[in-house]
Protein backbone atom coordinates (compact mmCIF):
# COMPACT_ATOMS: atom_id res chain seq x y z
CA UNK A 1 0.00 0.00 0.00
CA UNK A 2 2.60 2.09 0.80
CA UNK A 3 4.38 1.93 -2.75
CA UNK A 4 0.62 2.79 -4.37
CA UNK A 5 0.60 6.05 -2.25
CA UNK A 6 4.19 6.84 -2.92
CA UNK A 7 3.40 6.53 -6.69
CA UNK A 8 0.07 7.95 -6.80
CA UNK A 9 1.72 11.27 -5.18
CA UNK A 10 4.29 11.59 -7.93
CA UNK A 11 1.48 11.08 -10.67
CA UNK A 12 -0.67 13.88 -8.72
CA UNK A 13 2.82 16.07 -8.62
CA UNK A 14 3.91 15.91 -11.70
CA UNK A 15 0.11 15.87 -12.82
CA UNK A 16 -0.41 18.90 -11.25
CA UNK A 17 3.02 20.42 -12.76
CA UNK A 18 1.95 20.37 -15.91
CA UNK A 19 -1.66 21.57 -15.13
CA UNK A 20 -0.24 24.21 -13.61
CA UNK A 21 1.97 25.21 -16.30
CA UNK A 22 -0.66 24.61 -19.08
CA UNK A 23 -3.29 27.26 -16.75
CA UNK A 24 -0.69 29.94 -15.70
CA UNK A 25 0.51 29.99 -19.52
CA UNK A 26 -3.49 30.01 -21.56
CA UNK A 27 -4.37 32.60 -18.66
CA UNK A 28 -1.73 34.67 -18.53
CA UNK A 29 -1.09 34.79 -22.81
CA UNK A 30 -4.90 35.22 -23.22
CA UNK A 31 -4.59 38.15 -20.81
CA UNK A 32 -2.29 39.67 -23.14
CA UNK A 33 -5.70 40.15 -25.83
CA UNK A 34 -8.51 41.58 -23.12
CA UNK A 35 -10.68 40.44 -20.69
CA UNK A 36 -13.15 38.71 -23.65
CA UNK A 37 -10.08 36.41 -24.68
CA UNK A 38 -9.39 35.31 -20.99
CA UNK A 39 -12.95 34.99 -20.33
CA UNK A 40 -13.73 32.62 -23.28
CA UNK A 41 -10.49 30.65 -23.23
CA UNK A 42 -11.68 29.73 -19.61
CA UNK A 43 -14.94 29.30 -20.68
CA UNK A 44 -13.86 27.06 -23.21
CA UNK A 45 -12.26 25.12 -20.70
CA UNK A 46 -15.07 24.22 -18.29
CA UNK A 47 -18.22 24.15 -20.85
CA UNK A 48 -17.39 20.43 -22.46
CA UNK A 49 -17.93 19.57 -18.44
CA UNK A 50 -21.20 20.01 -18.12
CA UNK A 51 -21.83 17.81 -21.12
CA UNK A 52 -19.35 15.29 -20.74
CA UNK A 53 -18.63 14.70 -17.13
CA UNK A 54 -21.95 12.16 -17.09
CA UNK A 55 -20.44 9.86 -19.87
CA UNK A 56 -16.80 9.99 -18.25
CA UNK A 57 -18.84 9.25 -14.87
CA UNK A 58 -19.98 6.07 -16.91
CA UNK A 59 -16.86 5.14 -18.28
CA UNK A 60 -15.05 5.18 -14.93
CA UNK A 61 -17.50 2.99 -13.69
CA UNK A 62 -17.07 0.81 -16.31
CA UNK A 63 -13.48 1.39 -17.54
CA UNK A 64 -10.25 0.34 -15.84
CA UNK A 65 -9.51 3.24 -14.18
CA UNK A 66 -5.57 3.01 -14.25
CA UNK A 67 -5.72 2.47 -18.22
CA UNK A 68 -8.38 5.64 -18.70
CA UNK A 69 -5.65 7.84 -17.01
CA UNK A 70 -3.36 6.57 -19.02
CA UNK A 71 -5.05 7.49 -21.82
CA UNK A 72 -6.00 10.91 -20.85
CA UNK A 73 -1.90 11.48 -19.34
CA UNK A 74 -1.17 10.65 -23.40
CA UNK A 75 -3.85 12.38 -25.31
CA UNK A 76 -3.26 15.41 -23.13
CA UNK A 77 0.33 15.44 -24.14
CA UNK A 78 -1.13 15.03 -27.80
CA UNK A 79 -3.31 18.22 -27.59
CA UNK A 80 -0.03 20.47 -25.97
CA UNK A 81 1.84 19.44 -28.23
CA UNK A 82 -0.69 20.47 -31.31
CA UNK A 83 -1.08 23.80 -29.61
CA UNK A 84 2.71 24.74 -29.36
CA UNK A 85 2.90 23.96 -32.98
CA UNK A 86 -0.34 25.59 -34.08
CA UNK A 87 0.91 29.20 -31.96
CA UNK A 88 3.54 29.64 -35.21
CA UNK A 89 0.60 29.67 -37.80
CA UNK A 90 -2.74 30.93 -36.29
CA UNK A 91 -2.97 33.99 -33.65
CA UNK A 92 -3.24 33.24 -30.12
CA UNK A 93 -6.81 33.15 -28.60
CA UNK A 94 -7.93 30.84 -31.73
CA UNK A 95 -5.28 28.31 -30.43
CA UNK A 96 -6.09 28.74 -26.30
CA UNK A 97 -9.75 28.84 -27.01
CA UNK A 98 -9.42 25.41 -28.82
CA UNK A 99 -6.66 23.82 -26.67
CA UNK A 100 -8.50 24.27 -23.91
CA UNK A 101 -11.68 22.88 -24.92
CA UNK A 102 -9.93 20.06 -26.42
CA UNK A 103 -7.81 19.63 -22.87
CA UNK A 104 -11.64 19.88 -21.01
CA UNK A 105 -13.17 17.20 -23.09
CA UNK A 106 -10.28 14.82 -21.84
CA UNK A 107 -10.62 16.03 -18.35
CA UNK A 108 -13.96 15.14 -18.78
CA UNK A 109 -14.30 11.72 -20.20
CA UNK A 110 -11.39 10.30 -18.39
CA UNK A 111 -10.81 12.96 -14.76
CA UNK A 112 -13.48 10.67 -12.69
CA UNK A 113 -11.69 7.91 -12.81
CA UNK A 114 -9.35 9.54 -10.18
CA UNK A 115 -11.59 9.21 -7.88
CA UNK A 116 -12.65 5.94 -8.42
CA UNK A 117 -8.38 4.75 -8.31
CA UNK A 118 -8.18 6.35 -5.25
CA UNK A 119 -11.35 4.58 -3.65
CA UNK A 120 -9.87 0.85 -5.14
CA UNK A 121 -6.41 0.97 -3.56
CA UNK A 122 -7.40 2.25 0.23
CA UNK A 123 -9.54 1.72 3.05
CA UNK A 124 -12.93 3.84 3.37
CA UNK A 125 -11.44 4.58 6.65
CA UNK A 126 -8.34 6.31 5.44
CA UNK A 127 -9.86 8.04 2.14
CA UNK A 128 -10.03 11.71 3.95
CA UNK A 129 -6.29 11.48 5.07
CA UNK A 130 -5.29 9.84 1.54
CA UNK A 131 -6.88 12.71 -0.38
CA UNK A 132 -5.11 15.18 1.68
CA UNK A 133 -1.95 13.52 1.07
CA UNK A 134 -2.29 13.16 -2.41
CA UNK A 135 -3.55 17.05 -2.70
CA UNK A 136 -0.43 17.80 -1.14
CA UNK A 137 1.73 16.83 -4.15
CA UNK A 138 -0.60 18.44 -6.31
CA UNK A 139 -0.47 21.78 -4.06
CA UNK A 140 3.21 21.82 -3.97
CA UNK A 141 3.28 21.60 -8.28
CA UNK A 142 0.64 24.20 -8.56
CA UNK A 143 2.73 26.19 -5.89
CA UNK A 144 5.90 25.52 -8.23
CA UNK A 145 4.16 25.52 -11.55
CA UNK A 146 3.29 29.48 -12.12
CA UNK A 147 6.65 30.55 -11.19
CA UNK A 148 8.08 28.03 -13.52
CA UNK A 149 5.12 29.07 -15.92
CA UNK A 150 6.49 32.51 -15.87
CA UNK A 151 10.03 31.84 -15.73
CA UNK A 152 9.44 29.49 -19.11
CA UNK A 153 7.10 32.33 -20.32
CA UNK A 154 9.49 35.03 -20.42
CA UNK A 155 12.30 32.76 -22.16
CA UNK A 156 10.83 30.57 -24.63
CA UNK A 157 6.78 31.70 -24.82
CA UNK A 158 3.94 30.35 -24.31
CA UNK A 159 4.96 27.46 -26.98
CA UNK A 160 8.30 26.28 -24.88
CA UNK A 161 5.55 26.05 -21.65
CA UNK A 162 3.05 23.99 -23.19
CA UNK A 163 5.71 21.70 -24.80
CA UNK A 164 7.51 21.19 -21.07
CA UNK A 165 3.98 20.49 -20.12
CA UNK A 166 3.46 18.02 -22.46
CA UNK A 167 6.55 16.32 -21.48
CA UNK A 168 5.45 16.12 -18.03
CA UNK A 169 2.20 14.43 -19.19
CA UNK A 170 4.17 11.55 -21.09
CA UNK A 171 6.67 11.30 -17.59
CA UNK A 172 3.38 10.77 -15.36
CA UNK A 173 1.31 8.61 -17.74
CA UNK A 174 4.25 5.92 -17.62
CA UNK A 175 4.27 6.19 -13.64
CA UNK A 176 0.95 4.86 -13.99
CA UNK A 177 2.08 1.69 -15.22
CA UNK A 178 3.52 1.18 -11.65
CA UNK A 179 -0.07 0.98 -9.84
CA UNK A 180 -1.78 -2.31 -9.72
CA UNK A 181 -4.91 -3.11 -12.43
CA UNK A 182 -8.65 -2.57 -10.73
CA UNK A 183 -10.84 -4.16 -13.38
CA UNK A 184 -13.88 -2.73 -13.60
CA UNK A 185 -17.34 -4.58 -15.02
CA UNK A 186 -16.76 -3.96 -18.36
CA UNK A 187 -17.44 -0.86 -21.19
CA UNK A 188 -20.51 -2.06 -22.83
CA UNK A 189 -22.80 -0.20 -21.24
CA UNK A 190 -21.07 3.05 -20.26
CA UNK A 191 -23.13 5.02 -22.88
CA UNK A 192 -26.36 3.33 -22.04
CA UNK A 193 -28.93 6.52 -20.73
CA UNK A 194 -30.22 5.06 -17.88
CA UNK A 195 -26.34 3.48 -17.05
CA UNK A 196 -25.24 7.28 -17.62
CA UNK A 197 -28.14 8.86 -15.15
CA UNK A 198 -28.01 6.71 -12.48
CA UNK A 199 -25.60 8.98 -10.78
CA UNK A 200 -28.34 11.85 -10.75
CA UNK A 201 -31.07 9.26 -10.16
CA UNK A 202 -29.17 8.41 -6.72
CA UNK A 203 -28.48 12.40 -5.76
CA UNK A 204 -32.60 12.76 -6.22
CA UNK A 205 -32.88 10.40 -3.79
CA UNK A 206 -30.33 12.24 -1.08
CA UNK A 207 -31.44 16.01 -0.96
CA UNK A 208 -28.63 16.44 1.64
CA UNK A 209 -26.24 15.96 -0.80
CA UNK A 210 -27.76 18.10 -3.57
CA UNK A 211 -28.22 21.16 -0.86
CA UNK A 212 -24.54 20.86 -0.87
CA UNK A 213 -24.09 20.87 -3.99
CA UNK A 214 -26.05 23.68 -5.06
CA UNK A 215 -24.43 25.86 -2.46
CA UNK A 216 -21.21 25.03 -4.35
CA UNK A 217 -22.65 25.86 -7.63
CA UNK A 218 -23.04 29.61 -6.51
CA UNK A 219 -19.72 29.53 -5.28
CA UNK A 220 -18.22 28.48 -8.13
CA UNK A 221 -20.02 31.24 -10.41
CA UNK A 222 -18.18 33.56 -8.04
CA UNK A 223 -14.81 31.69 -8.78
CA UNK A 224 -15.34 31.83 -12.16
CA UNK A 225 -15.26 35.56 -12.42
CA UNK A 226 -12.29 35.72 -10.25
CA UNK A 227 -10.37 33.52 -12.47
CA UNK A 228 -10.73 36.44 -15.10
CA UNK A 229 -10.21 39.19 -12.62
CA UNK A 230 -7.15 38.17 -11.21
CA UNK A 231 -4.47 38.41 -14.30
CA UNK A 232 -5.67 42.41 -14.97
CA UNK A 233 -5.61 42.52 -11.34
CA UNK A 234 -2.16 41.17 -10.81
CA UNK A 235 -0.68 43.22 -13.99
CA UNK A 236 -1.59 46.43 -11.82
CA UNK A 237 1.15 44.95 -9.02
CA UNK A 238 3.94 44.13 -10.97
CA UNK A 239 2.56 41.92 -14.47
CA UNK A 240 3.70 38.65 -15.16
CA UNK A 241 5.98 37.68 -12.13
CA UNK A 242 3.10 39.34 -9.57
CA UNK A 243 0.47 37.10 -11.33
CA UNK A 244 3.22 33.88 -10.50
CA UNK A 245 3.59 34.94 -7.05
CA UNK A 246 0.07 35.39 -6.43
CA UNK A 247 -0.92 32.42 -7.67
CA UNK A 248 2.17 30.90 -6.04
CA UNK A 249 0.83 32.16 -2.08
CA UNK A 250 -2.56 30.82 -3.05
CA UNK A 251 -1.88 27.04 -3.57
CA UNK A 252 0.87 27.66 -0.73
CA UNK A 253 -2.28 28.55 1.37
CA UNK A 254 -4.45 25.65 -0.07
CA UNK A 255 -0.92 23.06 0.73
CA UNK A 256 -0.91 24.52 4.83
CA UNK A 257 -5.01 23.45 4.88
CA UNK A 258 -4.03 19.94 3.15
CA UNK A 259 -1.19 19.64 5.72
CA UNK A 260 -3.56 20.29 8.43
CA UNK A 261 -6.30 18.00 6.56
CA UNK A 262 -3.41 15.09 5.96
CA UNK A 263 -2.76 15.19 10.07
CA UNK A 264 -5.78 15.62 11.28
CA UNK A 265 -9.08 13.53 11.05
CA UNK A 266 -12.22 15.30 10.04
CA UNK A 267 -15.54 13.81 10.21
CA UNK A 268 -17.64 15.77 7.51
CA UNK A 269 -19.51 18.60 8.69
CA UNK A 270 -21.90 21.05 7.17
CA UNK A 271 -21.07 23.91 9.39
CA UNK A 272 -17.59 23.16 8.97
CA UNK A 273 -17.72 23.67 5.00
CA UNK A 274 -20.28 26.61 5.10
CA UNK A 275 -17.93 28.24 7.53
CA UNK A 276 -14.95 27.82 5.26
CA UNK A 277 -17.21 29.45 2.26
CA UNK A 278 -18.10 32.85 4.88
CA UNK A 279 -13.89 33.16 5.64
CA UNK A 280 -13.17 32.55 2.21
CA UNK A 281 -15.32 35.66 1.02
CA UNK A 282 -14.24 38.02 3.62
CA UNK A 283 -10.23 37.11 2.22
CA UNK A 284 -11.90 38.11 -1.67
CA UNK A 285 -13.01 41.11 -0.19
CA UNK A 286 -9.58 41.94 1.73
CA UNK A 287 -7.76 40.86 -2.01
CA UNK A 288 -10.04 43.06 -4.20
CA UNK A 289 -9.20 46.24 -1.68
CA UNK A 290 -5.37 45.28 -1.33
CA UNK A 291 -2.68 47.66 -3.38
CA UNK A 292 0.28 45.72 -2.53
CA UNK A 293 1.82 42.53 -3.37
CA UNK A 294 2.37 41.08 0.01
CA UNK A 295 -1.48 42.00 1.35
CA UNK A 296 -2.99 40.18 -2.29
CA UNK A 297 -0.99 37.14 -1.28
CA UNK A 298 -2.16 36.93 1.79
CA UNK A 299 -5.60 36.78 1.51
CA UNK A 300 -5.08 34.54 -1.49
CA UNK A 301 -3.51 32.02 0.29
CA UNK A 302 -6.35 32.39 2.62
CA UNK A 303 -9.07 32.14 -0.10
CA UNK A 304 -7.70 28.89 -1.35
CA UNK A 305 -7.07 27.22 1.85
CA UNK A 306 -10.89 27.92 3.10
CA UNK A 307 -12.09 27.11 -0.44
CA UNK A 308 -9.65 23.67 -0.08
CA UNK A 309 -11.11 22.70 3.55
CA UNK A 310 -14.65 22.58 2.37
CA UNK A 311 -14.05 20.58 -0.88
CA UNK A 312 -12.07 18.24 0.67
CA UNK A 313 -14.23 17.16 3.42
CA UNK A 314 -16.76 17.26 1.36
CA UNK A 315 -15.10 14.50 -1.71
CA UNK A 316 -14.21 12.41 1.21
CA UNK A 317 -17.88 12.08 2.71
CA UNK A 318 -18.94 11.04 -0.86
CA UNK A 319 -16.22 8.56 -1.06
CA UNK A 320 -16.93 6.65 2.08
CA UNK A 321 -21.11 6.74 1.38
CA UNK A 322 -21.47 6.71 -2.00
CA UNK A 323 -22.32 3.02 -3.69
CA UNK A 324 -19.09 1.86 -4.94
CA UNK A 325 -20.65 0.62 -8.11
CA UNK A 326 -22.09 4.58 -8.52
CA UNK A 327 -19.03 6.16 -7.55
CA UNK A 328 -17.67 7.63 -10.60
CA UNK A 329 -21.52 8.43 -11.88
CA UNK A 330 -22.66 10.07 -8.84
CA UNK A 331 -19.01 12.04 -8.86
CA UNK A 332 -20.06 13.35 -12.05
CA UNK A 333 -23.85 14.32 -11.21
CA UNK A 334 -22.04 15.98 -8.54
CA UNK A 335 -19.58 17.77 -10.67
CA UNK A 336 -22.36 19.17 -13.12
CA UNK A 337 -24.20 20.14 -10.46
CA UNK A 338 -21.59 22.41 -9.03
CA UNK A 339 -20.78 23.63 -12.39
CA UNK A 340 -24.12 24.57 -13.50
CA UNK A 341 -23.63 28.36 -13.26
CA UNK A 342 -20.39 28.64 -13.48
CA UNK A 343 -20.57 29.64 -17.33
CA UNK A 344 -22.25 32.42 -16.19
CA UNK A 345 -19.50 33.62 -14.22
CA UNK A 346 -16.81 33.47 -17.38
CA UNK A 347 -19.25 34.99 -19.46
CA UNK A 348 -20.15 38.18 -17.01
CA UNK A 349 -16.86 39.08 -15.63
CA UNK A 350 -15.45 40.87 -18.92
CA UNK A 351 -18.69 43.10 -18.00
CA UNK A 352 -17.91 43.49 -14.72
CA UNK A 353 -14.79 44.11 -15.09
CA UNK A 354 -15.22 46.54 -17.89
CA UNK A 355 -17.88 48.30 -15.30
CA UNK A 356 -15.91 48.11 -12.22
CA UNK A 357 -12.16 47.45 -12.41
CA UNK A 358 -10.23 44.30 -11.54
CA UNK A 359 -9.97 45.16 -7.99
CA UNK A 360 -13.71 46.01 -7.25
CA UNK A 361 -14.71 43.11 -8.99
CA UNK A 362 -13.04 40.90 -6.62
CA UNK A 363 -14.41 42.94 -3.55
CA UNK A 364 -17.80 42.62 -5.01
CA UNK A 365 -17.28 38.63 -5.68
CA UNK A 366 -15.66 38.02 -1.59
CA UNK A 367 -19.00 40.31 -0.93
CA UNK A 368 -21.73 38.18 -2.76
CA UNK A 369 -20.09 34.76 -1.94
CA UNK A 370 -20.65 35.95 2.41
CA UNK A 371 -23.78 36.96 1.58
CA UNK A 372 -24.82 33.30 -0.11
CA UNK A 373 -23.16 31.41 2.45
CA UNK A 374 -25.36 33.46 5.08
CA UNK A 375 -28.84 32.82 2.54
CA UNK A 376 -27.94 29.08 1.95
CA UNK A 377 -27.38 28.57 5.88
CA UNK A 378 -30.71 30.58 6.88
CA UNK A 379 -32.75 28.53 4.13
CA UNK A 380 -30.87 25.31 5.33
CA UNK A 381 -32.30 26.53 9.30
CA UNK A 382 -36.06 27.03 8.27
CA UNK A 383 -35.98 24.01 6.28
CA UNK A 384 -34.70 21.88 9.13
CA UNK A 385 -37.23 23.57 11.12
CA UNK A 386 -39.75 23.33 9.30
CA UNK A 387 -38.93 19.46 8.92
CA UNK A 388 -39.34 18.82 12.75
CA UNK A 389 -42.26 21.00 12.58
CA UNK A 390 -43.89 18.48 10.69
Given at each position: M???????W???GL??L?????????????S?????A???????????S?????????L?????????????????A??LL???A??A??????V????????????SL??????????????????????????????????AG?????????????A???????????????L????????????????????????FA???R???IV???L?F?ATN??A?????AA????????G???????????????T???????????R?S??????????????L???????????????????D???????T??I??????????????????????A????P?????A???????E???????????????????????G?????????
Amino acid sequence: MMRNRVLLWFVYGLGGLSGALVNFTLAWASSRYGAAALGGTLLAGMLPSLLLNLVGGSLADRVEPRRALLAGAFANALVLLTMAAALAFWAGPAVFVAGNLALSILGSLFGSAGYVLVSALFPPEELARINAQLSLADDAAHFAGPLMGAALFSVLGPAGALLFAAALAVVYGGLLLGLPSRPRSGAEEALDLRFVWAGFAYLIRTPKIVFIVLFFAATNLFAAAFQVAAPLYAASLGGAGAYALLLSAMNLGMTVSNLALATVVLRSSEKLIFAAGFVQGLALVGLGRSRSLPPAAAFGALNDAMANVGGTIFIAYLQAKLPEALLGRAFAAVNTLAMLLTPLGFAVAPWLIDRLEADTTISALGAATVAVVVLVWLARGTRAGGTTGH
